[in-house]
Nanobody, 121 residues
């Protein structure tokens, strides 16, 4: 069974740092774009950052200069380093990956279960 497993959330003070990790496991032929999204209470899910298999990145304006996304293609993992955290960053963070499970099969979106990030003093 293919799944994305996240780790690294928690409670941090404003200005602090957290590192989120996500690993895609199971029988996977190839991994396309990987990324992180977040959903704050009462708000819609929004893009945080994405990264292609070639390493091209895209960030939401609200996190540029503070968050860094990276991936390890050999391990099918994606990491989000979050620095300078603000209370507005409080949300459930979800890992996302575009996966192809078999040669010639279609790509599909997969989501992790989410991990809570709370920024508060």
């Amino acid at each position: 069974q293919v799944q994305l497993v996240e780790s690294g959330g928690g409670l941090v003070q404003p200005g602090g740092s957290l590192r989120l990790s996500c690993a895609a496991s199971g029988s996977i032929f190839s991994v396309g774009v990987m990324g992180w999204y977040r959903q704050a209470l009462g708000k819609q899910r929004e893009l945080v950052a994405t990264i292609t298999s070639g390493g091209s990145t895209n960030y939401a304006d609200s996190v540029k200069g503070r968050f860094t996304i990276s991936r390890d293609n050999a391990k099918n993992t994606v990491t989000l380093q979050m620095n300078g955290l603000k209370p507005d960053d409080t949300a459930v963070y979800y890992c996302n990956a575009d996966l192809q499970l078999r040669l010639h099969s279609a790509r599909n979106d997969y989501w992790g279960q989410g991990t809570q990030v709370t920024v508060s003093s």
